[in-house]
Nanobody
């Protein structure tokens, strides 16, 4: 079983900062977990879910135009966690933030779980 857990949301004033975390794990001991793409999405009320930031296995990053220069995606490959540092937050950033991992697991040479796995979402609210 693959577990993806997002955390770190909260209420912050405009201009403030928040750091979101996403922990990815797989329940079978000695199973290998390889994450190809780590990404953050957000969905505001009444809007479509949109990509905020992503990083691939080669360290290449992608950001939504609206967050460039203010948000940073980072990762800790040692424990399969990744983060979204959000600075200079604006009220328009208010949304539920979801992390997603595109991954492959293998156990004793046999492929197990593959594909996109989503965290449960964490609410970010930016007050004006």
């Amino acid at each position: 079983q693959v577990n993806v857990v997002a955390s770190g949301g909260g209420l912050v004033q405009a201009g403030g900062s928040l750091r979101l975390s996403c922990a990815v794990s797989e329940s079978i001991l000695r199973s290998m977990l390889n994450i190809n793409v780590k990404a953050w999405y957000r969905q505001a009320t009444g809007s479509e879910r949109e990509l905020v930031a992503a990083v691939d296995a080669h360290g290449r990053t992608e950001y939504a135009d609206s967050v460039k220069g203010r948000f940073t995606i980072s990762e800790n490959n040692a424990d399969n966690t990744f983060f979204l540092e959000m600075n200079s937050l604006k009220p328009a950033a208010t949304a539920v933030y979801y992390c997603k991992a595109n991954l492959i697991t293998t156990f004793q040479g046999t492929r197990g779980y593959t594909g996109d796995y989503w965290g449960q979402g964490t609410q970010v609210t930016v007050s004006s």
